[in-house]
């Protein structure tokens, strides 16, 4: 192993050697966060802030463009408002932190910080929908929440977390359906075409849809580590929020009808994902779209006359064309090109008194390390069109890399056994029972992922107790 | 009084009657707010936020512009930390809402929900600072606070606001000066070239500093009914911060030095004075470059033929070059002229079939109700340069309403009579004693605004003592 393999082996615990703490030693020497003083809480660094706005600009741009409104509901929650609505209480009222105390005052109700923003939000709606013609209500709002969680990791599972979360209200159940359908489809081409990750789209299990909701849809993903990760969900609610909160409208004959909700969020949990899909044991891998810098310029011998004043020219001239940046530091050329390894940019842009003679750069990508010489001529074409073929493989190879740890099982024995040799995402057939799915938890800590939209039979039976099965479902362990 | 002022009067109590009805009736009629079910949190609305989006947008433009990244940092503060620098906690503590029970268990340590996050910066930076190459450190972040306000109005004092606050940290006190200059003048060129909200830039007094703090730079702007709003801050910190939470670096030398910081924040309560510079008796007045709508189209008699094809061609033709939208509803012309003049947009643009036929469209403007006939072949000029018109117009307006409303008084006789009958800012000198002061407030309700960066002399002794003045003071009833 040669030096600089060595100074990552310092830096990062390999992947293959322990997980966890390769995911943890990313995102520390990535910069992405830093722990923040309350259990459970992350301070998101100006890097991983830098990805983080980049994901949220473009799902934005997708949320306005399909017609929805940005709002800002309240942090605070009454704990009778959180109550209204039987089953979302049960689901979120274990993890509510409580305000009970406003300076020296007691305060005469409890106040819970939102952990989500449902009942928020009917409320509102009860108050401010009264016709057909106020319908639909196409409401988002970008908002910090805080689920008071036991064990907390960066990103994945942590105390606060931002979030967009989209409140929609129609008039039939179809047209909330059909809104429902679209913004799962929004996120899949976020998660697909921009964060290069491969998803499996399907419907969730009555025991793992959300709190109060007729069905949950979602993406699911699959990480290097071979467990899944659930990156986006767009929920269903029918009429049930609004019979508990009495959301109703006069519809075109001027007879009362409930309102028909649904509510989806996307959170920086998915910055989790876009570490452990594409990650190597050098550190992050930030595909094009979203990364910050696309590429960075490192002078070689910089010392040298003409060598800087060349690279500052290379930068001005690319700087319209991608996100560039340059490093013009007196570290070393190795230290920089660790550095900008460990933070995933696309593409380095390697410039010394050589290449200004032979008026050409040195291109080398981050995913496969290949490095190819580019005359100078040619880099405003070669360049963008490189970087679309990062964004390409990087898909390609998370996909590769779901299907090889995609299996199918007839019976127990073929599940675990599967589980335990490969991990990764297991096709199987249920017959619709929640003590199968119980029962499946309990022996091999995987759960549902999801009823998968693309069908197939496996098998006739259930995997689990062998009757005659329903439907195919996608287990893993999940984060 | 025609029909159409008496439907105004309807809706909006008019500013003469009740200004604070007025500013009430404006912010529930032009749809930017409503209540939140916990005492003083408000709920921003599709069309207020559209308008904080822009504010945000272009402020957050010129941070990044400026050199500083953005981050996020926790809700959640532990009370041993707040406590850690004893102004600081003097100052916020009494308005702190409390967390203290995370789920069912009740927690160790009571949390506080950040009313600001100088100690989770000073935190931060005493773990993350170590050498004079780490300097300066220029974050920022967009973020809600809680303050557990007595008495609360939207935008202009709830419980819970949005903002962006500035941390840094600097090698010196001269670095840490000039920070704090450089966002105040960020702020200046926001508000009076974005918002046309002429200011009056100064230092505060020691009275009204920010807790904690060496000195506070602020802008101070002035309303419609003679009260003054602070409109954003930039604090200078010296060491203070640095002492208490032990922030140093090594500097070139090798030896230890504490840092320097600042802090800078500019919130939602700048919606407040957007509405109380420019609104009017009709409702909102929004400066065309904030505007989320810069022109409106309302067609004619849009049920005859070629009106409606004709008044989307127009949207078509416009809609790369202003914000522009159309109302194509059912509802009568009347309706929307009210409707959108109450939500302030800049410009109408009707078009009926007589202008069809003319190859005209009639331009209404917002701020002076003034109608222009423009040929369909000028439009794409005479548009723009008409919104910059109003932009100046705006800006104008809202000055020669501040000079009118400024005067200057040598003693309290004169200090009283001018509050009594104009209201405004007050310039008098002070002797520089907290005693006078105080004084003044408890004899006038005024209190100092700032000691204006550009000093007069308007008398040689303090307006309160009578002793030796030490500088000029603008003083005035604020939000
Ligand atoms: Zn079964
Ligand atoms: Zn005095």
Redesign the interface.
């Known amino acids: 192993m040669g030096k600089k393999n060595k100074q990552f082996v310092e830096k990062i615990t390999a992947m293959e050697d322990d997980f966890a703490q390769w995911y943890t030693d990313v995102v520390k020497q990535a910069e992405l966060v830093?722990y923040?003083?309350?259990r459970g809480?992350?301070?998101?660094?100006?890097y991983g802030?830098?990805i983080?706005?980049n994901i949220r600009d473009e799902l934005d741009r997708q949320i306005k463009a399909t017609g929805h409104?940005?709002?800002?509901?309240?942090?605070?929650?009454?704990e009778s408002?959180l109550q209204k609505e039987k089953d979302h209480v049960v689901g979120f009222?274990?993890?509510?932190?409580?305000?009970?105390?406003?300076?020296?005052?007691e305060l005469a109700e409890?106040?819970a910080?939102r952990p989500t923003s449902e009942v928020?939000f009917c409320?509102?709606y009860s108050?401010?929908i009264h016709s057909y013609r106020d319908l639909p209500m196409l409401?988002n709002q970008w908002a910090?929440v805080?689920r008071?969680e036991k064990t907390t990791r960066p990103f994945l599972r942590s105390?606060?977390f931002?979030w967009q979360e989209g409140h929609t209200a129609h008039a039939t159940d179809a047209d909330a359906a059909a809104e429902t359908d679209k913004m799962l489809g929004v996120y899949v081409d976020l998660v697909e075409n921009y964060l290069a990750i491969p998803v499996i789209k399907g419907r969730k299990t009555d025991k793992e849809k959300f709190a109060g909701a007729k069905y949950t849809l979602t993406i699911e993903s699959l990480m290097h580590d071979g467990k899944a990760l659930q990156s986006g969900t767009s929920h269903h609610f029918g009429s049930g929020f609004a019979e508990a909160f009495d959301i109703t409208y006069l519809d075109e004959n001027g007879e009362s009808q409930f309102v028909h909700q649904t509510s989806w969020g996307l959170s920086t949990r998915i910055m989790g994902a876009l570490i452990m899909v594409h990650g190597d044991n050098r550190g992050l891998v930030i595909p094009p779209k979203i990364a910050p810098t696309q590429a960075m310029i490192v002078p070689i011998a910089q010392h040298k006359e003409g060598v800087l004043d060349k690279a500052y020219e290379l930068r001005d001239q690319l700087k319209n064309l991608v996100r560039v940046d340059i490093d013009a530091s007196d570290k070393m050329p190795g230290w920089k090109f660790n550095e900008y390894e460990m933070k995933g940019i696309p593409v380095r842009i390697e410039m010394g008194p050589k290449d200004i003679e032979k008026e050409q750069v040195v291109l080398v990508r981050r995913d496969t390390g290949e490095k190819e010489f580019v005359a100078l001529s040619e880099l405003e074409t070669r360049l963008p069109a490189l970087l679309e073929e990062i964004q390409s493989n990087l898909f390609n190879e998370a996909l590769e890399h779901r299907n090889e740890k995609t299996s199918t099982a007839k019976n127990m024995d073929e599940f675990k056994q599967n589980l335990e040799e490969k991990g990764g995402f297991i096709k199987a057939m249920w017959c619709g029972d929640l003590a199968c799915e119980e029962q499946i938890k309990e022996e091999t800590t995987a759960t549902s992922r999801c009823i998968p939209f693309e069908q197939e039979q496996v098998a006739e039976t259930c995997v689990c107790c062998g009757k005659e099965a329903k439907e195919l479902v996608i287990w893993a362990k999940a984060y």
């Open positions: 830093d923040g003083q309350v809480t992350m301070i998101i660094k100006p802030f830098a983080w706005e409104s940005n709002v800002a509901f309240p942090l605070f929650i009454p408002l009222a274990p993890e509510v932190a409580w305000v009970t105390h406003g300076g020296d005052e409890r106040i910080v928020l409320d509102y108050k401010n409401y910090n805080v008071w105390s606060e931002h």
